[in-house]
């Protein structure tokens, strides 16, 4: 499908040059575009509310993993070490800096347009006008769920404030900051079509808007349930997940890729399993996909690399975790013969098949090689903890990673999903479990995923047994998409998994003994103080009524 254009911030646009003529000095100023001539037609709405668009997470998404047991990034400069490593603070927290302003300078653009449509000179057909204010309000909406699950309570803004407003802001209750976002959820899913044409493919729809909805209840349940311990309000706000997720599914216009892969390469764009994602064009906003992520020996800095972690969450194709004395698991390395030729997969065989398609392991093919990252490699993928761009795990992530970009290693133009109609499905089953409603439509929606996947149905058991189950499903189907830091914090359990060295391959010694290989860095979680972000310094420097979070 076409993707949206990628427009000009609307600060930067440009009004033409300025011409030699004796009407120089009275003309409007050329380098910047004034209220009084912008504001009149669809068009300037348009470009207005493609440059809120703008301000959603993108890249960020995938610097989150490594914030998390899933990723690790060998380099001290990339945003998320301090974050993975335990010690950031408001003050040389650059990352938190970066997404607060970010967020809030959506804010302020869906705030500009939807104070704009009230502007009487406004020339807009009614139809325009409301798919233009569901816009505003779904991004946001989106801007306040994510800084609720990242600051906690923070300033509710309804319009673009003046410098005095900002200075005194004081933060909103959690609750309130959640209900706000939930109405302007809400209130977009009313007003969004269900799908857009073709040339607009990108913008909000209203799958997007309620499967926000669900995510943003779900994630405000689990808190109020593992951090707050209101087992009635979480019992509420699981309710309106799951009937959010329901009515994404009752759409019925989304459905799974067959190819689970491929719907994480240029293939997949715009298939009916994309809910909504962040467009990128090559040679307008291409990204650093292959880069950051493919293997060294094909040019690659890598930025970031899986975690032993990770790949233990993969279960055996027959269901079974690896540790079950009855999954068939062999604990042993792969064996790559001197032509390197693998004899055997070892530990990576009768996997399930998603670990294939979002992980490269030693022994596994890709681009038509082998990939070899044990330390008597004679690739340069041999793992290797003194160079900062080559993998310290030896293992590369899959996701986003397609060899058309190979020979523009810098410029990718693949999309970078932010939902997906597998994990409204997921969410779905989740919240029912979470409410003790264990039935068939669980099962079947679990089943839906597994099935893709070439996993076999799951058996429904107790309420601890699918909750473990729904939270090993989002793990091995939702890795590396940027989700795995908002469940570590629901769900209370980064603490637990957030902690000591990270491990890497298995390799096997030339006296026969096997030894775990990993990064020279160690993970560290303190709780209660990082399940929130710290509040910006800088903030708090121009405006002193902004509360810290607890322990900056």
């Known amino acids: 499908m076409r993707k949206l254009p990628v427009l000009a911030l609307i600060g930067g646009l440009a009004a033409g040059a300025v011409g030699c003529d004796d009407a120089f000095l009275t003309t409007e100023p050329q380098d910047v575009i004034s209220n009084a001539v912008f504001w009149k037609t669809e068009q300037d709405f348009v470009a207005a509310v493609n440059a809120a668009y703008r301000n959603m997470l993108d890249t960020d998404l995938l610097y989150m993993e490594c914030a998390t047991d899933f990723a690790y990034s060998q380099k001290d400069w990339t945003p998320c070490h301090a974050y993975a490593q335990g010690y950031q603070d408001a003050l040389t927290g650059g990352w938190s800096n970066g997404i607060w302003g970010r967020l809030y300078q959506g804010i302020s653009r ?34 306040y769920h994510n800084l609720l699950w990242l600051y906690g309570g923070v300033p509710i803004y309804t319009k673009v404030p003046t410098v005095r407003e900002a200075r005194e802001a004081r933060r909103a209750s959690r609750e309130e900051v959640f209900d706000f976002a939930m109405a302007d959820l809400t209130a977009a899913a009313e007003g969004l079509p269900t799908s857009w044409p073709s040339a607009q493919y990108g913008r909000a729809t209203r799958g997007a808007a309620l499967a926000y909805k669900a995510r943003a209840a779900l994630y405000e349940a689990s808190y109020q349930k593992y951090h707050a311990n209101n087992i009635a309000r979480a019992n509420e706000l699981f309710r309106v997940a799951a009937e959010a997720a329901r009515a994404v599914m009752d759409l019925g216009v989304y459905q799974l890729y067959p190819d689970f892969r491929g719907l994480f390469t240029y293939a997949g764009e715009g298939s009916a399993e994309v809910i909504f994602d962040y467009q990128h064009v090559k040679g307008q906003n291409g990204w650093n996909a292959w880069v950051w992520l493919a293997p060294f020996s094909m040019g690659s800095d890598i930025e970031m690399t899986p975690t032993r972690a990770l790949v233990d969450m993969f279960r055996m194709k027959n269901g079974l975790p690896i540790d079950d004395p009855a999954s068939g698991y062999d604990p042993t390395p792969p064996v790559i013969d001197a032509d390197g030729k693998v004899v055997s997969l070892g530990m990576y065989a009768n996997r399930d098949p998603r670990l294939y398609a979002t992980v490269l392991f030693p022994g596994a093919e890709f681009n038509g090689e082998v990939y070899n ?62 409410l003790g409603e264990i039935d068939a439509t669980v099962a079947d929606a679990l089943n839906q995923v597994r099935r893709r996947a070439g996993m076999p149905d799951v058996t429904l058991g107790s309420q601890a047994e699918m909750i473990e189950l729904v939270r090993n499903e989002r793990a091995v189907e939702l890795a590396f998409e940027g989700l795995r830091l908002a469940d570590i914090r629901r769900w209370k359990i980064a603490e637990q998994v957030m902690q000591g060295t990270v491990a890497g391959i298995d390799v096997r010694q030339p006296d026969g003994k096997i030894v775990t290989l990993g990064g020279l860095w160690q993970r560290k979680f303190t709780a209660p103080r990082d399940y929130l972000w710290p509040i910006p310094a800088t903030e708090r420097d121009l405006n002193p009524y902004l509360e810290q979070n607890p322990g900056y």
């Open 110 to 143: 869906a705030n500009e347009v939807l104070t704009q449509l009230e502007n009487p000179e406004a020339r807009l057909s009614e139809e325009s006008r409301e798919q233009i204010e569901a816009q505003a309000r779904f991004l946001r909406g989106y801007f």
């Open 373 to 434: 990252s044990f330390p008597n490699s004679p690739t340069a993928d041999a793992i290797n903890t003194s160079q900062m761009s080559n993998t310290h795990t030896g293992f590369v992530a899959l996701k986003y990673v397609d060899p058309a970009d190979q020979t523009d290693r810098f410029n990718s133009g693949i999309n970078i999903i932010k939902m997906r109609y597998a994990d409204v499905l997921l969410m779905y089953a989740e919240a029912k479990i979470e």
